[in-house]
C-alpha cells in the first residue's frame, strides 16, 4: 500500500517535469503551428547553465535557477529570431527541419563547451525529505518542490493567459492568426514572448529533471523531450490543461510500468499508451475536436 | 530521344546517374584513389539511398509524415542478422540475398500492424504516433533475445540464459544488440539493392496505383469522392516504404561486425528525414543527391574534427533558410518563367525560319 502511494507520488513528480516541459511545446504548437523539436535541448542548456553557476561560480542554487531561466529565455527568443521567423510563409516541413538544425545545434555546442563525460548535477533542493506514517513512507523534497512549482506555474500560467492583455493576445494568436493581426495584435511580438515563456519554463523544467536524476550530458534533454512532446499530445497539443493532464498521466504511467510490469519495457507502454488514446480520441484526451469540411 | 515521354526521359537520366556513380566509384577504387574513409561510406551511402527514396514514398509521394522510419529499417536489420547467422551452411551471396528479402518481408510486416492503426490518424498525430511506433520497435529490439543451436532458433524477452542454447551461438544478445556478424555486404549489393529500390518506386509512382496515392496526397476527400479506396492505396504506399526501409536495414547490418538497436532511434528517422525533405519532397532523383552529398559531408568535415557536427548544424540550417526565403523564392521562379520565355521564343523562331525556306 504504501509503495503504491510512493510509486504514485514519484509518478505524479515525473509527470510535472514532463508537464513543464510539454507546455512549452503545446504552447508553441497552439501559437506557431510547429513542433518545436529544439525544446527539448533548451532543458538541458538550462540545467548546464544552472550547475555552471553552482559548480564553478559557487552562487547560491535560487541565483542559479533564475539565472538559468534568464538564459533560456534570451536563448529561446533568439532562436525564434533567427532561425523561424524567417519561415513564417514555409511549408510545415521546412520549419521542422530548421529546428531540428538548431537541435542538433545546441546539442553539439553543449558537446564542445561541457564536453561529453557526465556531470553530476548537485540538486538544487538540500531540505531534508518528508517522513510520513512513522517513516514507513519518506519523500524527498525535490519530489515536494518540483509537484508544488508545477501547480505554482500552472495557476500562473492560466492567470496570464485569461486575464493579461499580452496572454489574451497569445489565445487569439493561437485561435485565429490573421483575424488576431486585423485587430492590431503584434503577432510577431506575441510569438516572441511565447518562446520566451516556452524557453524559460523549460530551463526550470531542466533543473527539476536534474535535481531528481543527477546525470547531466549534452543528450539529456533529448528523451525527456521527446516524452513530454507525447505528453503534449496525449492531452491535445495546444491546450494548456492538456498539457498538464497528459504529463501527469505519462509521469504516472511510466513509473508504474517501471514497477509493476517491466523496467525494460517501461519506454515502450508509455507510447502504447499514446497510440491506443490517439486512436480512441484522435486529437488528444482535452484536444478541440475538429469537423472536417468538404 | 524527342519522343520519349517526359516521365521515362526523368526516369532515364535517374537511373544513368545511379549507374554513373556506381561505374565512377569502381573505377576509382580499382585505381587505388579512394581512400579508407571514403570506402568504408559506400555500402552505408547506398543504404541511406534506399532509405531516403524508401521515405520519400510515404513523405513526398503518400503526403504523410513519418518520424519512426528507423524502425522499419532495424526489424530489417536484425531479420537479415538472423536470417545469414543461422543458414551458414548456404553459399555468401545466397545468405546475402535472402537476409535482405526475409528483412524486407518482416519489415513489410511491421509495416502492416503499424499503418492499420497509424493511417487512421492525420497530420501531427500520424508523425508523433510514428514516432512512437519508432520507440516501440526499438524498445522491445532492446530487450529481444535470439539464438541458434542444432535444434533451430530460440527467443526470449528476458536474458540471454532464457534461450537455454546447448551448443548454440546467441545472435541477437538484447541491448548489446547482435555481435560476430560475418560481414557480407559488398558495393555491388548496395547497387542492385538501390537499383530495386529505384525501380519499385519509380514503377511503382508511375502505375495506376501511383497516380490513386497521388491524390489522396492532393485532396483526400475528392479522391474519396472519385472512388478511390484510401485505405488500401495508403497502407499500400506505407508497407512497400517500410519493406524497402527493411531491405536496406538488411544491407547496412550485414556491413558491420556488430549492430546496437540504438542505432535505429529517433536521430536516424529525423536524418532520412533530412534527406528527403532536402532532396525535394516526392523528388526521388533529389532524395538520391541528399543522401550521397549528406553522407559524405560528415566524412569530408573529420579533418574540423569536433566542429563537424557543429557545422552540419549551421549548414542544414542556412539550406533550410535560404531555400525557403520568399525573395529567392520569386525571383527564382521569375528566372525559370524568363528561362522557358526565351527558349520557346527561340523554338519558335527557328520553325518560323524553317517555314520559310
Known sequence: MMNLLLNLINGISLGSVYAIIALGYTMVYGIAKMLNFAHGDVIMVGAYICYCSMSYLNLPPVVGVILAVIVCTVLGIVIERLAYKPLRSAPSLAVLITAIGVSYFLQNAALLTWKSDPKVFTSVVNLPSLSLFDGRLTISAVTIVTVLANIVIMIALTTFTGKTKMGKSMRAVSEDNGAAQLMGIDVNRTISMTFAIGSGLAAIAGVLLCSAYPTLMPTTGSMPGIKAFTAAVLGGIGSIPGAMLGGILLGVIEIFAKAYISTQLSDAIVFAVLIIVLLIRPTGLLGKQIREKV | ????????????????????????????????????????????????????????????????????????????????????????????????????????????????????????????????????????????????????????????????????????????????????IEKLSTFLAGFVLVLIVLTVTLNLVESRTGRAIMAIRDNRIAAESV?????????????????LAGMAGALYALNYSSVLPKKFDFNTSILILVFVVLGGMGNIRGSIIAATVLTILP???????????????????????????????????????????????????????????
Not at chain 2, 508523425?127 to 520507440?135: K, Y
Not at chain 2, 472512388?227 to 519493406?243: D, E, Q
Not at chain 2, 531555400?323 to 519558335?348: D, E, G, H, I, Q
Open chain 2, 1 to 180: 530521344m524527342k519522343k520519349m515521354k517526359k516521365s521515362t526521359r526523368s526516369k532515364l537520366i535517374t537511373y544513368a546517374m545511379v549507374a554513373a556513380g556506381f561505374v565512377v566509384m569502381q573505377g576509382l577504387s580499382a585505381a587505388g584513389m579512394v581512400s579508407n574513409s571514403l570506402a568504408g561510406q559506400l555500402v552505408p551511402i547506398c543504404v541511406y539511398i534506399s532509405m531516403a527514396i524508401s521515405l520519400n514514398l510515404v513523405v513526398g509521394i503518400l503526403g504523410d509524415l513519418s518520424l519512426g522510419h528507423a524502425g522499419f529499417m532495424s526489424v530489417g536489420a536484425f531479420t537479415g542478422v538472423v536470417v545469414s547467422m543461422s543458414l551458414r551452411f548456404l553459399p555468401p551471396l545466397a545468405r546475402l540475398v535472402l537476409a535482405i528479402g526475409i528483412g524486407g518481408v518482416f519489415a513489410g510486416i511491421a509495416g502492416v500492424i503499424v499503418g492499420i492503426p497509424v493511417l487512421r490518424l492525420q497530420g501531427d498525430y500520424l508523425a508523433i504516433v510514428t514516432l512512437a511506433f519508432g520507440e516501440i520497435i526499438k524498445n522491445l529490439l532492446n530487450n529481444l533475445y535470439v539464438g541458434v543451436d542444432k535444434k533451430g532458433l530460440h527467443f526470449s524477452m528476458k536474458d540471454a540464459q532464457a534461450l537455454r542454447l546447448k551448443e548454440g551461438t546467441v545472435l541477437i544478445n538484447g541491448p548489446m544488440g547482435a555481435p560476430g
Open chain 2, 227 to 243: 472512388g478511390i479506396n484510401v485505405t488500401k492505396y495508403k497502407l499500400m504506399a506505407f508497407v512497400t516504404s517500410a519493406g
Open chain 2, 299 to 357: 566524412e569530408a568535415l573529420r579533418s574540423l574534427n569536433d566542429y563537424r557536427m557543429l557545422i552540419y548544424a549551421i549548414v542544414l540550417i542556412l539550406v533550410m533558410l535560404v531555400t525557403n526565403n520568399p525573395f529567392l523564392k520569386t525571383n527564382w521562379v521569375m528566372l525559370k518563367k524568363r528561362m522557358a520565355f526565351w527558349r520557346k521564343n527561340k523554338a519558335n523562331g527557328g520553325a518560323a525560319d524553317g517555314q520559310k525556306k
